[in-house]
């Protein structure tokens, strides 16, 4: 590859990554976690394919470089980073594949690994000519992986929801409406969406679920503990599921799990593998994000504004202990399982960026 060929591909990847940020800092529409999870990883491939590096240390400062600025363009869009943190796995995986380290030795590590993460630092300057297309290929099979997730949810959805149920959810979520519309094939059941207001998401979850003929009733979120003696499931979906099993999601979720809690009521979260992000909730704030309380308190109401702070948080942050079981791509796990797929998907030393 000529050199002027090489520059011109470096400013193509380069605007491609300007883009994708400015897409995550705009503020209206940004693209849903899946989308941001596929977007990441097609721009890290091409990273890898078309970037200046010579051995694995070389490219995973690369990776990281870049990587630090997409989650920087927006903190609470966690999946970014987890895909960064994926890919580097796969760099480390590849690395040690050519250094002719076997996966076996890789597990028996592991528990050694848990303990003493950071301790067992590799040399990643040896070049080695196959390790760009080696990864090219791994991190192909890993955007195949992404296109099946939300199916391989649905497809878990009969073992959970049976005959004559009544189910609540709150809001509105990509995941949980395959979910719901999958079981609906063969079982008739009955959905209560909690509106999920000031945003209410839960009105468009019901327009979905009832054009598929699901029986549907939306309510208002300050009725979800008189109802939810008569539910028997509650299915969510999240934006983020937290090193310790813990979530961030929608708020409005955390008041749904504890009447939940109460009624002993089973909570299933649906959520795909690319939501777990190997960090936990910080005092940075990263994770908390407020947007205009127009919708609570419009600013025709002049008087009242000038006596008052209004703040209106995005997310909810619910404890692992309200959680009975997450169901993902790989199958159903309990929260206190989430340390074991942490280590399975990302490398320790990989946590912070």
Known sequence: MSVVTATKKESELSGQIEDFVALLKRGGERPRSEEAARQTVGLLRRIVAHGRWDNAGELMDLIRKEGRRMTAAQPSETTVGNMVRRVLKIIREEYGRLRGRSEESDQQESLHKLLTSGGLNEDF???????????????????????????????????????????MTIGYSHTVEAFLKEAARKRKFHVIVAECAPFCQGHEMAVRLA??????????????????????????????????????????????????????????????MFKLTPQFLNEEDSFHKFVSPQEVLPFTEGEILSKVNVHCPVFDYVPPELITLFISNIGGNAPSYIYRLMSELYHPDDREL
């Open 211 to 272: 054009k598929e003929d699901i029986e549907t009733t939306v309510m208002s979120d300050a009725a979800i503990f008189a109802v939810m003696s008569r539910v028997n499931k509650v299915i969510i979906g999240t934006k983020t599921i937290l090193a310790n099993g813990a979530l961030i999601a929608i708020s409005g979720t955390h008041t749904l799990a504890l009447a939940a809690k109460h009624h002993s009521t089973p909570l299933i979260v649906c959520a795909p």
């Open 125 to 167: 300057n040896t070049h080695y000519s196959p390790l760009r297309a080696n990864v090219i290929e791994a991190i192909s099979e890993l955007l195949i992986e992404l296109e099946g997730t939300t199916d391989n949810i649905a497809m878990q959805a009969l073992e959970h929801i049976h005959s004559n149920e009544v189910i």
